[in-house]
């Protein structure tokens, strides 16, 4: 059995080891989104699928973008198409429900290049929240604190070694023009290592803070339900502090965190 967890950046398998089904292995590689799949990322998979002797073992996949059918399909036959028996393809927030609640009823939230939240009743999210995408919401997402900090930066409103540090990072490029690239926005994303750095300056401190406030406004206060909040994700993971006293703040409860969904979903796959 093989289990994947694919973002838009990155893609993380979980499989049996062949003729050892207690034994597992486990690999990174590119992110498989429905709208991005190309000819590149064909033959990378290919070769990766040949190279762990993955053919013809049932996979489990959760990824961002696979709310259509039509999403799903185009994954299902991507990975057909090496030899892999495709036994679902779910979202990556089914993913991140069963990790935390297997088959329990609570609320979970994705914080990493992108923010959403569900209510998940034990076999399906029943609710979804926030998820709208970089360009019209996201708040409180990798993207979302990345585009903050670049707009006090164009105005001029941080410490000057922060500064610095981001126009490095840009390489003493123009921000408006770079950011505007194919790969903009996860770039825009990548500055939460920045953010991540100067956590304790307080200018950085503020901005963490406003945008946890607005995913809890926009991706929790419209799921009426009182149960603690479990998070998956890479922002989650490394904000944990600063997302725990948001949410206290504002009435919430945080519960558990992982950076990653897939050994939660696999463990429970394995045991059924």
Request: charged share 25%; glycine share 10%.
């Amino acid at each position: 059995m093989i289990v994947i967890e694919s973002g838009g950046t990155k893609s993380t398998w979980v499989f049996n080891l062949p003729n050892d089904l207690r034994g597992k292995d486990s690999f990174r590689t590119i992110g498989l989104h429905p709208q991005e799949l190309n000819s590149t990322k064909a033959e990378t998979i290919k070769a990766l699928v040949q190279e762990h002797q993955l053919q013809n073992q049932e996979v489990h996949f959760f990824g961002a973008g696979c709310e259509s059918e039509e999403a799903k399909v185009k994954i299902k036959k991507f990975l057909e198409a090496f030899g892999l028996d495709v036994q679902q393809v779910q979202t990556d927030l089914h993913a991140a429900c069963v990790a935390h609640l297997g088959q329990k009823r609570g609320m979970v939230g994705i914080i990493g290049t992108g923010a959403v939240a569900a209510l998940f009743n034990g076999e399906k999210v029943i609710q979804q929240s926030s998820g709208l995408g970089y360009m019209l919401g996201d708040e409180g997402s990798g993207f979302d604190i990345g585009k903050r900090l670049i707009v006090q930066h164009l105005n001029h409103q941080l410490p000057s070694e922060i500064t610095k540090e981001i126009d490095t990072y840009f390489e003493y490029r123009s921000i408006v023009h770079r950011v505007q690239e194919s790969d903009g926005r996860m770039k825009i994303a990548g500055l939460t290592k920045i953010v991540r750095k100067y956590s304790d300056d307080p200018v950085i401190f503020k901005i963490l803070k406003e945008a946890f406030s607005d995913f809890c406004k926009t991706a929790l206060l419209p799921i009426q339900e009182n149960h603690p909040i479990h998070f998956i994700g890479s922002v989650a993971y490394y904000f944990q502090e600063e997302l725990k006293s948001t949410l206290s703040s504002m009435g919430y409860e945080m519960g558990g965190v992982e950076k990653e969904a897939v050994e939660g979903v696999f463990e429970f796959l394995n045991k059924r």
